[in-house]
């Protein structure tokens, strides 16, 4: 089984409407970090999360790191176009720095 | 306020040449990490590099691949041979290195083997 299981692979979601993506590790978290991926092109950091139980939020999307730090889930509310694209979660689950990838959620926002 | 700048954008070799990668980390930031991203595969670690060390190689295939990130100039993913497995997006991340930072990505390279 993959050490991170990302759910669901692909979401199709009608603008104005909430959404949640999951992240589940297989080993305790050091650190989660969530990332957005245009097709063709770099990720963009879009939240850390350290401590069992942290919640973050930035403009409509909040993170949160569930207390035994195994699972994660991004929760956008009132999706626009502007929130399509790949999301990753990245885990350290060593402390050493090395990320290891979900193989993302592909979000497709239809009018 | 650059980013991670990575060149070129894309590369395209023909089997057995050799294929260059340059990564320049943001401003401030002394670590630097290479990643690949293999058609319908997610991103895959391969090395983790400061200033003039390899701290972490546990990623990068045993033959034709190299790394170095030299005390003047950006860091290089060097790939010898290329086969056309090789074909991927490569990422460059760069963090400063205190512990709790995020790593911030560059563009990527998109090789292609002919």
């Known amino acids: 089984s993959q050490e991170l299981e990302q759910s669901p692979q692909s979401l199709i979601v009608q603008e104005g409407k909430n959404l949640t993506i999951n992240c589940t590790s297989s080993k305790t978290l050091y650190g989660l970090y969530w990332y957005k991926q245009k097709y063709g092109e770099g990720l963009i950091f879009l939240m850390m999360l350290q401590k069992g139980g942290e919640e973050k939020s930035h403009e409509k999307i909040t993170a949160k790191l569930d207390e035994k730090k195994q699972q994660s889930s991004l929760h956008i509310t009132a999706s626009q176009p502007s929130h399509a694209g790949i999301y990753l979660c990245?885990?350290?689950?060593?402390?050493?720095?090395?990320?290891?990838f979900g193989t993302g959620t592909r979000l497709t926002i239809i009018p | 306020n650059a980013g991670v700048m990575q060149n070129p954008r894309h590369l395209v070799r023909r089997r057995g040449q050799e294929a260059r990668l340059r990564c320049s980390p943001m401003k401030g930031h002394s670590h630097v990490y290479w990643y690949r991203q293999l058609p319908e595969e997610g991103l895959k670690f391969m090395v983790y590099?400061?200033?003039?060390?390899?701290?972490?190689e546990s990623g990068m295939p045993k033959e034709r691949f190299s790394a170095e990130f030299p005390k003047e100039g950006p860091s290089i993913l060097r790939i010898q041979q290329v086969v056309r497995g090789d074909s991927a997006a490569y990422f460059c991340?760069?963090?400063?290195?205190?512990?709790?930072?995020?790593?911030?990505f560059g563009d990527g390279t998109r090789l292609s083997i002919l």
């Open positions: 991340a760069s963090s400063p290195g205190r512990g709790g930072q995020p790593q911030h």
């Open positions: 590099l400061q200033k003039e060390n390899i701290i972490d």
């Open positions: 990245g885990a350290d689950n060593s402390g050493n720095e090395k990320l290891t």
